[in-house]
């Protein structure tokens, strides 16, 4: 199983490791020390010797920061995790705190009044050093130094080294060298003789490899130094390369352990070009002439090239499969069931490929109440037995080596009520419009987040989260730069894969999400039009449960839209799937 | 007549007035300098003797400016001008430039190279001119200077001083006592002494008066100095106030000429705030402890009272009466008949209620190829016949005392073509998406404009401009913050007025737009939800042609709309006109 269920939370050891740490700061004569949850990568995903927010507080979220002072010590979580925070942390002696409401340099300014503030400069950013320094000032600094949490982490895990594997062109549809001699042409036309990349899915991108040193998203933890005649310095543990692994990468790509990265970086002549906004402040601190460079891997990453986009296009009919055997098997009789178990039941679906190698996030399985709470995961305490005539919500998705999938399908265990009805027509309303959407060139997520919510607006309902994230070619299931949301500011481009997930959660009684991955397509003449237009291609062949649908609520083209929908998820997934599931998908996919 | 038809350039005079500026300039030891068609209000709509761009170039456009040099002379406008200007300007002496493609930053590197570049500070805000000089530096500096047009502009007209009319509580909702001790209080928590007004409608809003001294907006010219004990300081004109001014007035508010500013503004002490965007930078340079301080006026400006929304929905009947008796009078025959014939005559239907104290901008009033021209005034030049099977379009609004109105209304003189009643249709479902929008607390223009493009984006057809704009109450018919756009960021929020005005534009063939003002509601209750939700009221009640409408591209609530509305414009317009004018509009107002 690559999910697990227990609970990692241990409250009962916050105390003597805050009192360990309050030893420490007072020892390096700092009053307070900044904990993120996040690593030098910034990434969503952390490696267990990563794990400082967990191992001092208990919090197991993915995001999220703690500050200490010798008389209190706050631990700042999102909407998210407002309630999972109190199960998790000791609160006698950790204050949760609300972000966005409460605010670290308020908090700090309260409570601190003056003095100085230590941050490890390897997980804060240029630009939120800046910010952070700017609210605080005069009276409170900050101040680099080691990591204070490393130092009295007993039995800390070692860095993960896992191998680094060549991702095969067929599936990168552009060799490294290629990418690479595009990027030093950039770095040329900048005036830079290099760039730092520190984001792992970058270099991945950049590299053509794959890796396993953290769960669910298949990258190497690396930094690279890319130079401006195309040359790399690729700085890992040497340990996780192979003879294959050098033979890809070719001579023009040496690994330089991470003891020789601070060496490297100083030796470095000529403008190299930093991204303020995600690289560790400490890599500018060492270069002799930095200068600002947004990470340039990050767009065409974003934009997918043909190959791609196909192998994304196989992935989605594999796991649509499973999706389909599984969402069978569900009508095969619910007694007994648990959350676990039916989570368990589709890995093992999606493993029964032999083409996955990992899922892409921890599945979010949801019955009645647990549905409602959007970034639910299942564990032994939270686990539900699955009930009659309630509404079961599942998003996942797996890791192939041709895509990164997701998928959430929300679906009636037994007879649904008038309310869960309305609710997820006005949800499938909402999802078909943007399904449906033309626009053109310059539109962003932003633009287009409020289609998806009309619906359920016109009656008065909403969701709290964004309507849409980027995602992955066999990398992170939620990648930038674009996402549709209010914050999405970045244009829609062509190949650009989106994930459509409008949902409507009812607190303590049901939850409704329905999530396809969209493509977006090149811009296109439209008959009778003017302006080319994009729009978006669909990804996912999976049923939408149409018992849980008012077609009196579907406008005729929507209607239209849903069964033109099924009529190719029959096509595409009816040969792939047994001859039980076939008969289910026939009557699942049944126009309405 | 407010409106006039004259053609007012002369391109002759650019060649003579430009030389007589290149020699005040070398005279001066400038290399070049700036002409912006903005007055010291950064106004769309300037007095004659602040028309310094058109009396240089003769491009009389509402937005663009003019950088001249010893060896060439460049005329910048946006694409609403692009024929415009080449019409108006010599351009053997000036060169025309295309915002946004064209930098002024970038021209002037290109041609000047290095040297001074000299500006007027009253007509240039702070942030302008931070913006420009860091794209010249080092090579070209910034001179402030005295206004070399001025200096040699031969019979520049006066100030205008027209008188300042106290504008009665009844319309305005709350005494200006009332809205000066609140602002007040905003000064005392942001630790100010005072801030400095420049936009005459902000000033019109707090002091409630209105002035007459440029066309088509009620305000006055001045500036204000407002104190944090609620006192104002009133800069300008003696001459335009009277002693029922001084009475409304009252005690608090000073006048002072305004050649008393400079050492008002140097006397002042303690921190003044300033709006960096908008005010002068020579005001922030007059004084001893100046503050950023964005206009405090503009925001609850915007969001009128149930006074003001009573106000312009009582001028928007009125307003309303003569569109029907003007679109009746429309349909009983063209013959002979042009664009300035109907200007005229719809001006006459306003003029009918006595109540009419302007236009609020020159109509837009465009038959055929100038119905496809966004911004069309027409001219002496341009006037074309109304013809037989074409569009007409109208876009026009009045100046009330109790409120300013905008409404465009495309009609069809004949019969329509099946392209026509297409693109007709899809603007108008556009249109009426956004008239029956409900939505939350925080939206801004930027995440609802999409909702008024997708129908036309579904078949290949756009607009190239904006979706709505603000309008104030007896105000500029043009007003922020918020705006619907995908530039809108600010919040709609309760009490604002917004057009909502989609269009599509057939080039060398005819135009389409259909615009209705909104009121953002309060958010309210949905029934059967739980978040409330803003809505929007519409202010216009004007039939929509039906003659132009498909019904079957219409969805079913599309249509209901459509004939709820046209029935409550029988009801409400109907008693107030003629009885030729009843019986055309019951015809108009029947349902499709």
């Not at 289609?451 to 990648?479: F, I, M």
Request: net charge negative.
């Amino acid at each position: 199983m690559y999910q697990n269920f227990t609970t990692p939370s241990s409250p009962h050891t916050g105390a003597p490791r805050l009192k360990a740490l309050r030893a420490a700061l007072k020892a390096a004569g700092l009053d307070s020390f900044l904990i993120p949850r996040v690593d030098a990568h910034q990434g969503e995903n952390v490696a267990p010797c990563d794990e400082r927010l967990a191992w001092l507080t208990g919090f197991t979220g993915s995001d999220g920061h703690c500050a200490v002072l010798q008389d209190i010590a706050g631990v700042f979580v999102d909407g998210r995790y407002t309630l999972q925070v109190r199960q998790q942390i000791d609160t006698d002696v950790f204050t949760p705190q609300a972000i966005p409401d409460d605010k670290l340099s308020a908090w700090l300014i309260k409570h601190l009044k003056s003095g100085t503030v230590g941050y490890d400069p390897m997980l804060h950013s240029h630009d939120a050093v800046s910010t952070l320094e700017a609210a605080l000032a005069p009276q409170i600094t900050l101040k680099q130094c080691a990591n204070m949490v490393d130092a009295v982490w007993q039995n800390r895990p070692a860095a993960p080294a896992a191998p680094i594997r060549p991702h095969p062109v067929e599936f990168a549809g552009k060799p490294s060298a290629e990418k690479r001699r595009e990027l030093a042409a950039k770095l040329v036309e900048a005036g830079l003789a290099a760039t730092i990349l520190t984001l792992p899915d970058s270099i991945a991108w950049l590299l053509n490899i794959r890796g396993s040193d953290i769960a669910h998203t298949p990258v190497p933890l690396a930094f690279a130094i890319v130079h401006d005649d195309a040359r790399v310095s690729l700085i890992t543990n040497p340990a996780k390369s192979s003879p294959a692994l050098a033979a890809h990468l070719g001579p023009d790509v040496t690994i330089i352990p991470p003891d020789g990265f601070a060496a490297t970086l100083q030796a470095l002549t000529g403008k190299v070009g930093v991204d303020r906004a995600t690289a560790p402040i400490w890599v500018s601190q060492q270069l002799n002439s930095p200068a600002w460079f947004a990470d340039p891997c990050i767009l065409p990453k974003a934009c997918k090239n043909e190959a791609e986009l196909n192998g994304s296009r196989q992935a989605h009919l594999r796991d649509g499969a499973a999706m389909c055997e599984f969402l069978a098997w569900l009508e095969t009789g619910i007694e007994g069931l648990t959350e676990i178990d039916v989570v368990k039941k589709l890995e093992g679906f999606r493993r029964t490929s032999n083409a996955l190698t990992d899922i892409s996030f921890d599945t979010i399985c949801g019955t009645g109440p647990n549905g409602a709470i959007v970034h639910y995961r299942v564990d032994e305490a939270s686990n539900r037995p699955i009930e009659n005539n309630t509404l079961l919500l599942v998003d996942s998705g797996g890791q192939y080596m041709d895509g990164t999938t997701d998928i959430t399908r929300t679906v009636i265990i037994g007879t649904p009520d008038a309310e869960m009805t309305r609710a997820f027509t006005l949800v499938l309303k909402g999802m078909i419009a943007l399904s449906k959407l033309r626009f053109p060139a310059g539109i962003a997520g932003a633009h287009i987040d409020s289609l998806a919510r009309a619906p359920l607006w016109a009656a008065g309902l909403d969701y709290k989260h964004g309507t849409g994230h980027g995602v992955g070619a066999y990398l992170s299931v939620h990648e930038g730069p674009a996402r549709i949301s209010r914050a999405g500011e970045v244009a829609l481009q062509t190949g650009m894969i989106l994930s459509n997930e409008p949902g409507y959660y009812r607190e303590g009684e049901w939850g409704i999400r329905i999530e396809n991955l969209l493509i977006v397509t090149p811009p296109k003449p439209v008959e009778g039009g003017e302006a080319p237009m994009h729009s978006f291609e669909t990804l996912n062949f999976v049923p939408i449960d149409t018992r849980l649908i008012d077609p009196a609520l579907l406008a005729k083209p929507e209607r239209q839209w849903l069964n033109d929908y099924h009529a190719e998820v029959l096509q595409k997934i009816g040969p792939l799937v047994e001859s039980a599931t076939f008969a289910w998908l026939k009557t699942a996919c049944a126009p309405v």
